[in-house]
């Protein structure tokens, strides 16, 4: 990661550090996400509208981080249908 320093701002007199390209909420967010998403208290398609994302790249950001990308062969059915029905 790329870690920038604190910088002056005329309006509040900082800027708060930043982590990569999304700063500390943005690395907030996706670590709360992973964290639920482990637990099994929200679904890949529930990570996905947290962040914005389309389901190749929420399954591309659980594999990334750790993410336990378990479905059922159901599962992939209905996520399918589901992606078919949206186009």
Do not use: C
């Not at 930043?18 to 890949?44: D, H, P, W």
């Not at 529930?46 to 994302?53: C, D, I, K, R, Y």
Request: hydrophobic share 40%; glycine share 10%.
């Amino acid at each position: 990661y790329d870690i920038k320093h604190p910088t002056a701002d005329s309006d509040r007199g900082f800027t708060a550090p930043t982590i990569g390209e999304g700063g500390l909420e943005r690395e907030a967010i996706e670590g709360v996400a992973i964290k639920l998403f482990n637990a099994g208290y929200i679904s890949s398609r529930q990570v996905a509208n947290m962040l914005g994302l389309s389901w190749y790249e929420t399954a591309a950001f659980l594999k990334q981080n750790g993410g336990l990308l378990a479905m059922t062969i159901e599962e992939v059915r209905q996520e399918a249908a589901s992606i078919l029905e949206n186009q």
